[in-house]
């Protein structure tokens, strides 16, 4: 069975595969033990494969962002 996981990246959702899911997490530790520039190094990534993540579509209002009305 495939499991699939779901991220947002861009104020977009994306589903991902498992594997797809687990290959992020190594370069999510990977950046962890970069002496600098780990942020850098998850967002070439992202940029990289993103092509290949399946789009849910764009999130409308993000309430985990303070915001003002």
Same mark, same amino acid.
């Not at 940029?47 to 303070?66: A, M, R, T, W």
């Given at each position: 069975?495939?499991?699939?996981?779901?991220?947002?990246?861009?104020?977009?959702?994306? #589903? !991902?595969?498992?594997?797809?899911?687990?290959? !992020?997490?190594?370069?999510?530790? #990977?950046?962890?033990?970069?002496?600098?520039?780990?942020?850098?190094?998850? #967002? #070439?990534?992202?940029?990289?494969?993103?092509?290949?993540?399946?789009?849910?579509?764009?999130?409308?209002?993000?309430?985990?962002?303070?915001?003002?009305?």
């Amino acid at each position: 069975m495939n499991e699939k996981r779901i991220i947002i990246y861009n104020n977009t959702v994306y #589903e !991902l595969l498992e594997e797809q899911y687990e290959r !992020l997490l190594e370069i999510q530790d #990977e950046a962890n033990n970069l002496p600098f520039a780990g942020d850098l190094h998850i #967002e #070439e990534h992202l940029n990289f494969n993103i092509h290949q993540y399946k789009s849910l579509g764009e999130i409308d209002l993000n309430f985990d962002v303070p915001y003002s009305l």
